[in-house]
């Protein structure tokens, strides 16, 4: 018995000693096995890294390889007019401004519309951006027919013009500046001299409607005494015609005088924030910069509208009517060449009755940059005029007018 028992034992210790030496040999085989894993990993990670480093020098200075098809649309016209020496009527005739206005605007929306190349495609250039916006905005086409005239579809006509509004719309505070000291004022009253004795002139009030598609929501709103769907518009010129102050979006149906009010513009005046120096005394009467505004408007010491007219004015005042009309002219003329540069304002703008506010801006900015740089527009001007009602006399404001007919006459 002893004897057997001895032997079992032995037995148990044999198989003991021969499983633990299997699971040692089974646990250092592992860890071997995830050793050269990992120097594996490490090896191909070195390998991939090297391959694009010498991938990158490899293609450096080289265009790289489309690996997606675009394509290709042709936009010769164009390229040749870029690199060619075509006179400044071609460029008027195709953009509304010659060629150095073309590459000022160029300069100061590039920071916003330029795009990088990538593996993909070609980015289009600063310049072809550029032209897009100013086709669009002086012919009024649709996205697809600026498309086809440079070379690209409807989606990326659609993109490219919506960074060009952008650009310029964030540019507005730039280009659309009210003076504000003494020395400004005076150099625009200085202008106004030249243009009528109305004394004490900063700048000319007015409306004008922009036509737009019957918006879904609230389109009464917006259909204007004309008998049709507009947005107004209203703007403050300078002698020179370059637009002071902009203010968009306002329902076609709103009367002049409430678009005033709801104008910053407004706030500012009158808080006294603007047009509060240099005033000039007349008779003891101390007149603040002026506005020149039509019979729409309310009668204010720093907005001066005409006398009604009801056939029984003095001579005086008809005097007076006629001189303010001399000077309020260059606000009429301001919308016309506006709107005769940049046909879009001129027809139905077929746009999200959203983003119509943002165009009408910009091409206000246009405007101002195209006076900024001496380029004159030869187009026909359109005729501004609008039907304008008669609101309260303010006692104030009629001693200012009246110190000023006493003045003129």
């Not at 990992?38 to 293609?59: K, M």
């Not at 006179?87 to 060629?99: A, G, H, I, Q, S």
């Not at 204010?300 to 003095?314: C, E, H, I, V, Y």
Request: with cysteine; hydrophobic share 40%; charged share 25%.
């Amino acid at each position: 018995m002893l004897e057997n028992y001895a032997d079992q034992r032995e037995v148990v210790l044999l198989f003991s000693l021969l499983f633990f030496t299997l699971l040692q040999r089974a646990r250092r085989s592992r860890v071997i096995f995830l050793q050269r894993l990992i120097t594996r990993r490490a090896q191909r990670r070195r390998q991939a890294a090297l391959l694009r480093v010498f991938t990158a020098f490899a293609l450096q200075g080289r265009r790289p390889r489309r690996i997606a098809w675009v394509l290709p649309r042709p936009q010769y016209w164009f390229d040749n007019l870029l690199n060619s020496n075509a006179l400044n009527m071609w460029w008027k005739e195709n953009f509304r401004v010659t060629r150095e206005t073309f590459h000022f605007i160029c300069t100061a929306v590039a920071p916003v519309i330029r795009r990088q190349d990538t593996i993909l495609r070609a980015a289009i250039p600063v310049e072809t951006r550029t032209a897009i916006g100013l086709w669009r905005l002086a012919t009024g086409d649709s996205y697809r027919s600026c498309g086809l005239m440079f070379g690209i579809v409807k989606s990326t006509a659609i993109g490219v013009c919506k960074d060009f509004i952008q650009a310029l719309c964030q540019l507005k505070d730039q280009f659309i500046k009210f003076p504000t000291c003494p020395a400004q004022v005076r150099e625009k009253i200085q202008d106004f001299r030249e243009k009528s004795t109305f004394p004490n002139v900063v700048g000319a009030l007015d409306g004008t409607h922009i036509p737009i598609r019957a918006p879904k929501e609230n389109y009464e709103d917006y259909f204007n005494r004309k008998h049709y769907y507009s947005f107004i518009v209203q703007g403050i010129v300078d002698a020179s015609g370059t637009y002071l102050s902009v203010s968009t979006g306002f329902p076609g149906s709103m009367h002049d005088a409430r678009v005033l009010r709801l104008s910053n513009f407004w706030s500012l005046a009158e808080e006294n924030r603007i047009l509060n120096m240099p005033c000039m005394d007349i008779n003891g009467t101390q007149i603040r910069p002026l506005i020149l505004g039509d019979s729409a408007y309310p009668l204010k010491s720093w907005l001066m509208r005409p006398f009604q007219d009801n056939g029984a004015l003095t001579a005086a005042r008809r005097h007076f009517n006629k001189e303010l009309s001399k000077a309020r002219i260059v606000v009429e003329h301001g919308f016309g060449q506006t709107k005769a540069r940049w046909r879009c304002l001129d027809k139905r703008i077929d746009e999200d009755t959203m983003k119509i506010p943002y165009t009408v801006t910009v091409c206000c900015v246009l405007h101002n940059i195209c006076i900024l740089m001496n380029d004159d527009f030869d187009g026909h001007v359109l005729n501004n005029h609008v039907v304008h009602y008669v609101g309260d006399d303010e006692l104030a404001a009629n001693d200012v007018r009246q110190a000023i007919v006493d003045y003129l006459f």
